[in-house]
């Protein structure tokens, strides 16, 4: 158990439609990342947020959006949703603002189908 | 455009034996590089890394070997046992300032008994 939760494990849903994934990091951690996987494909940087801000973009849709909130937790809002978005969605976390020796611990992700 | 490829999906070895796990980059600004191990329905971890200052790093039964030139790491596993049956991503840090990591594929490593 990496400390870090994700909910829900699950989500089915329709195109078209809007979701939101949540995210708690660690107990004392900053930082959250958001990551894609895609099937048979690698995890896909997203977003990183440290203490509120937002710290880095990755290749994240203008239909995607996250914030971190003031207890550090994080949502990714995903709206008008296609087929291609079904993904497994991580977020991870680590303590400072992501330099080389920052580990990120991940969560289980969010499995998303778009039917 | 990708910019870590591990292009091994899978690998299959004796208990006991070495697993070699390959990986490629080609962005040579990237100067930190780690492993992840992911079992299924969990999220990856961490495993072992390295700075492009070195050419090697051990932990354990896991080295991790770096070949700037070639803009080539690989991952080493002496002896494998069955509990490192996983996915293997090999990832770089793509910022100095950021947490940004780039992942490769991912390989499939199965550890037969």
């Known amino acids: 158990d990496s400390g870090v939760t994700q909910t829900p494990k699950h989500l089915i849903t329709a195109t078209g439609q809007r979701v939101t994934l949540r995210c708690s990091p660690r107990s004392g951690d900053l930082s959250v990342y958001w990551y894609q996987q895609s099937l048979d494909q690698g995890l896909q940087f997203l977003i990183q947020?440290?203490?509120?801000?937002?710290?880095a973009k990755g290749n994240i849709l203008e239909r995607f959006s996250a914030q971190q909130f003031p207890d550090l937790h994080s949502e990714l809002n995903l709206s008008s949703l296609e087929l291609g978005d079904s993904a497994l969605y991580f977020c991870?976390?680590?303590?400072?603002?992501?330099?080389?020796?920052?580990?990120?611990?991940f969560g289980p992700g969010t499995r998303l189908t778009v039917l | 455009d990708q910019q870590v490829k591990q292009n091994s999906p899978s690998l299959s070895v004796q208990e006991g034996r070495i697993s070699i796990l390959n990986c490629d980059y080609t962005n040579s600004m990237f100067d930190y590089f780690l492993w992840y191990k992911k079992y299924p329905a969990e999220g990856p971890t961490f495993l072992i890394s390295i700075s492009s200052i070195k050419d090697k790093n051990e932990d354990g039964r896991f080295t991790v070997f770096l070949n700037k030139s070639a803009k080539h790491l690989s991952l080493h596993i002496v002896p494998s046992q069955p509990g490192d049956s996983a996915v293997y991503f090999c990832?770089?840090?793509?910022?100095?300032?950021?947490?940004?990591?780039?992942f490769g594929q991912g390989t499939t490593l199965q550890v037969k008994p």
């Open positions: 990832a770089a840090h793509g910022s100095s300032n950021t947490g940004k990591l780039i």
């Open positions: 991870a976390s680590s303590i400072g603002t992501g330099s080389v020796t920052d580990t990120q611990y």
């Open positions: 947020y440290y203490n509120g801000e937002e710290r």
